[in-house]
């Protein structure tokens, strides 16, 4: 399972998603940030000094509010001058800002504006301090902060901000990321060879035109595969006639010694022109199984009979005790086998092989393990590919022509199945097939 880091690094989706996250979070951040410290310029900076307004006129403010207080009319005074006005007596603890968080008790004292008025200050912020009979009147500007109304439109901009980014990421997330990922797929669909997947696209921008690009790449492949496989198929239909009269014309030769050898060199040109045929025939583009049901161990069996006859170190095949019946290309399924079984002796150094099949619910394993020099991890993924060998000197006694594991990939894949192949240096090999069991195929045509 991929952690975190490394599907952001692998898509292009979750670096574009964390890009646009972040930018919104930033984007909220600054924004708060801001808005805070604007309020703070406010109290800290405009608050200072009174204006000259209110020291002027403080008596007749006073005078309007009253002695004792006419509570009501302070209130609509303070409203009207924004004001925040405290009263302080035995009996009253009044102010008309609730929250005004000015602390008078620890005013400390500035200078005189009258017989009855002082200037005061309170933390960084002057207040007038009026004395009349058991009354104490304290004046101060009110402080203009940002009320709840707006910071409601503050965030609410700032939704539509968000609103207005995630808007964006999924308009470049239909122009780039999906067009992108169609193509990806159809690249991954071409490169597992179904040459004949096309990418849709209504486009007439960079990317259409790259989809285009990708599509036509496709029919080239397409047409030069076909006339491949046209050449090869006519150039082996058209040897097997020489083959044949070369065959009649070794009859006719009196040395036996060299007739012997071109008969193995024409039977081997001969073997090759078949399954060349037979790789074309069972290619991607053309494949066609005569399945029947078949008593599939049984059957198995029954192509090892040779061997076990033939090959003095011993066939050991091992089987389940019920058989159970399933739809093989039972030619096709011989070709398979004898392949691989010959594989095995033919680098087994002169050892026994083990011939295993087994069953599950939904397949039928059949496995050739030998006791041979085994193959080198370099070769691996090649060994199934067509004309590969892992002797790069392509000797004949060591190998054949690198179409028999290629044959067996093509036969199990015509059935719905794999071939799976590992191998240790020194130790063996082990091929193993997996063909589903109920699977259905279509009739040569």
């Known amino acids: 399972m991929r952690t975190l880091p490394g599907r952001i690094n692998n898509s292009l989706f979750f670096r574009l998603f964390l890009i646009f996250s972040v930018t919104v979070l930033v984007f909220f951040l600054i924004i708060t940030l801001s808005i ?10 405009r608050l200072n000094p009174l204006p000259d307004f209110y020291l002027d006129n403080i008596t007749l403010i006073v005078d309007n509010i009253g002695v004792p207080p006419d509570l009501q009319r302070a209130s609509q005074l303070a409203q009207e001058l924004s004001l925040t006005i405290i009263i302080r007596s035995p009996h009253i603890n009044w102010q008309s800002d609730d929250q005004s968080d000015l602390d008078v008790d620890s005013a400390v004292f500035v200078r005189t504006l009258s017989r009855e008025a002082q200037v005061m200050v309170s933390g960084n912020e002057e207040v007038i301090r009026v004395a009349r009979g058991a009354y104490e009147y304290f004046l101060n500007r009110r402080v203009p902060t940002l009320s709840d109304y707006d910071y409601i439109v503050v965030y609410i901009g700032l939704a539509l901000a968000a609103l207005a980014l995630l808007l964006n990421y999924l308009l470049v997330h239909r122009l780039l990321v999906e067009p992108v990922r169609k193509l ?5 669909r071409i490169c597992e060879g179904d040459l004949s997947y096309r990418v849709k696209t209504r486009r007439t921008d960079e ?3 790259l989809t285009q690009s990708v599509n036509h790449m496709a029919d080239s492949l397409q047409q030069m595969l ?5 050449l090869l198929l006519a150039i082996s239909h058209e040897l097997r006639t020489p083959i044949t009269r070369a065959k009649l014309q070794l009859e006719f030769m009196d040395d036996d010694a060299v007739r012997e050898a071109l008969a193995d060199d024409i039977n081997e040109i001969d073997l090759l022109i078949s399954d060349l045929i037979e790789a074309e025939r069972l290619s991607n583009q053309h494949q066609a199984l005569l399945a029947e049901p078949v008593d599939f161990a049984d ?19 091992l089987r389940p005790e019920e058989d159970v019946c399933v739809n093989v290309d039972k030619l096709r399924t011989r070709l398979l086998l004898t392949n691989i079984v010959n594989n095995a002796i033919r680098h087994g150094r002169d050892n026994p092989i083990t011939v295993r099949v087994a069953f599950t619910d939904t397949e039928v394993s059949l496995e050739v393990e030998d006791q041979g020099e085994g193959i080198a991890a370099e070769h691996m993924e090649h060994l199934s590919e067509p004309f590969y060998r892992p002797d790069s000197a392509r000797q004949r006694n060591t190998g054949g022509f690198g179409l028999g594991l290629y044959l067996c990939r093509l036969i199990a894949q015509a059935h719905g199945g794999r071939l799976e192949i590992s191998s240790e240096l020194g130790v063996g090999t082990r091929v193993k097939i997996h063909l589903p069991r109920d699977t259905e195929h279509e009739p040569v045509g």
């Not at 805070?36 to 900076?45: C, H, M, V």
């Not at 198995?300 to 011993?314: D, H, K, M, R």
């Open 226 to 230: 076909e006339a491949k496989r046209q």
């Open 207 to 209: 990317l259409g035109e």
């Open 36 to 45: 805070r410290q604007i309020d703070e310029n406010w109290r800290s900076e």
């Open 299 to 317: 059957y198995i069996g029954l192509v090892l009979e040779p061997y076990f006859q033939n090959y003095a170190p011993g066939v050991d095949y």
């Open 184 to 188: 990806r797929e159809g690249a991954e």
